[in-house]
């Protein structure tokens, strides 16, 4: 069905395609909910296959795509894109039109179209440029990046630029303790599996990873798939969903085979940061285990430590830092994918808190990327030239989450008054780029899809209960009626 063309009556046709998609959410649902009661599917294969088809269905009848965004709206996906960026306050092409991001981070193209703001196309032109000088530095140090990499684990350039930014946080370290990597997840597989295998060769089992529920749930299938036993510790909401020192030390004692724990530092699903405080105490646990001759690694995930306050993330970071006498089995995973905006980049690397172990985990990248890719190390050291020689891009990227984590609260405040949804609207540590929330008893997030549009994320996905949901800011802008 298309609107109308005439102003009398566009108005009507454009109510009608919206009555439809409110009908056409309701009634699939409806079809749907057998499956779900038999448990045939997840919740988040459901729900992502409610919205593909509904999408998909309504973009065929040629139904206005403004009606379809703001009637079925994703917020399942995390991940920030800078085409799809909206919000322009005050000037076109001023300090906060944030369309003027896919520019300055040489994603747009010269002339493209960023909804209304286009691209001159010289942040795209001078990370080429920067590519060139990367290389050229590489060649004069005798490093080829067009040539197969026996290590593997990146450039000694590269590493050591990122090991520099590390020591902003008190972190001693050097290119010999970074190993680059496709992302965290990817950096957090080569992980898993590098102490696995080092346990193997030792003749014994990998152990177990302790995981903090609600949490990240892709680690979870890496450890399962290297045979680890994976053992998850219910935290509670009084406790801002964190993993607390006496939570830890149980779970150490209770359970012997624990070999690593993992550690969001700013968690997702929950948006809540661990403070200063909490990680020296957690270090306090593993200090008195490693008293005991355990040996347990701090697998700590700092993806989304550079969204919130500089100030806050840094006086965590120190604190993690500050553990000396356990950095040999102390590992910290980065990425620039969600702190940056870059997720299509895929750029990652981990630190480790000691060489001689880094050096140990070499076969780990050797036998799974075996070579990392020289034009994509290429890119890694433009965009590090770039946000080296423009740091306010970073402050840039932390208003917008901000922006739109603000828009969200309010967007959700007024559905729960149109139809009480909502027990509790939980405050963000001002970090990440998510909503979590508890529901209303009785309400699952097919009933908030059915009644709003609004597509999120079950708790379940994240080891917790369905009375949670959890809202990305991410792929879509806020549309506030």
Not at 40 to 51: F, K, Y
Not at 94 to 115: K, M, Q, W, Y
Not at 373 to 389: S, V
Request: aromatic share 8%; net charge neutral; with cysteine.
């Amino acid at each position: 069905m298309k609107p109308q063309s005439s102003s009398s009556t566009a108005g009507i046709a454009i109510q009608e395609q919206r009555l439809l998609i409110r009908r056409s959410r309701k009634e699939m649902l409806q079809k749907l909910r057998s499956d779900l009661d038999a448990g045939l599917e997840p919740p988040i294969r459901v729900m992502a296959r409610i919205v593909q088809d509904l999408e998909r269905e309504f973009a065929e009848r040629d139904f206005d795509p403004t009606v379809i965004r703001q009637e079925i709206v994703n917020r399942t996906i995390g991940d920030i894109n800078v085409r799809r960026i909206t919000e322009c306050e005050g000037a076109p092409a001023g300090p906060a039109d944030f369309r003027s991001l896919a520019e300055e981070l040489g994603i747009a193209l010269p002339g493209e179209d960023v909804n209304g703001y286009i691209a001159p196309g010289e942040g795209h032109r001078w990370l080429r440029e920067q590519m060139v000088t990367a290389e050229r530095r590489l060649l004069s140090i005798g490093y080829d990046p067009r040539v197969y990499d026996i290590h593997s684990v990146g450039n000694p350039l590269l590493r050591g630029l990122l090991a520099e930014d590390m020591q902003q946080w008190g972190l001693f370290a050097s290119e010999r303790h970074v190993a680059l990597g496709l992302g965290a997840a990817d950096c957090i597989d080569k992980v898993l599996r590098g102490i696995a295998h080092l346990a193997r060769l030792q003749s014994r089992p990998p152990g177990a990873v302790l995981f903090a529920a609600p949490g990240f749930n892709i680690p979870e299938m890496q450890a399962a798939a290297y045979g680890y036993r994976l053992h998850s510790v219910r935290t509670r909401a009084e406790d801002d969903f964190k993993l607390t020192a006496p939570l830890l030390s149980q779970s150490l004692e209770e359970n012997l085979d624990i070999t690593v724990v993992y550690l969001a530092v700013t968690n997702n699903p929950t948006t809540f940061a661990y403070s200063p405080d909490e990680l020296l105490a957690i270090q306090g646990v593993l200090r008195n285990f490693a008293r005991e001759g355990r040996r347990v690694h701090l697998l700590a995930d700092l993806a989304y430590v550079g969204t919130g306050l500089p100030a806050e993330d840094r006086a965590r970071m120190l604190s993690l830092a500050s553990a000396t006498d356990i950095a040999d089995r102390t590992i910290y995973v980065s990425s620039w994918s969600k702190t940056h905006t870059l997720t299509g980049e895929r750029f990652g690397w981990v630190l480790f808190g000691d060489a001689e172990f880094a050096s140990a985990m070499g076969s780990s990248w050797t036998n799974s990327v075996a070579s990392l890719p020289g034009e994509w190390q290429l890119r890694f050291m433009a965009y590090h030239a770039l946000f080296r020689a423009r740091p306010e891009l970073i402050g840039k990227i932390r208003a917008l989450y901000r922006l739109r984590r603000s828009m969200l609260r309010r967007q959700l405040e007024s559905f729960d008054k149109e139809h009480g949804l909502f027990e509790h609207l939980y405050l963000d540590n001002d970090a990440t780029i998510y909503n979590w929330s508890r529901l209303r008893p009785g309400v699952d997030c097919f009933a908030v899809f059915e009644k709003t549009g609004v597509a999120g994320i079950p708790g379940s996905t994240f080891g917790y209960s369905d009375n949670y949901i959890r809202f990305s800011v991410g792929i879509l802008p806020v549309a506030m009626d």
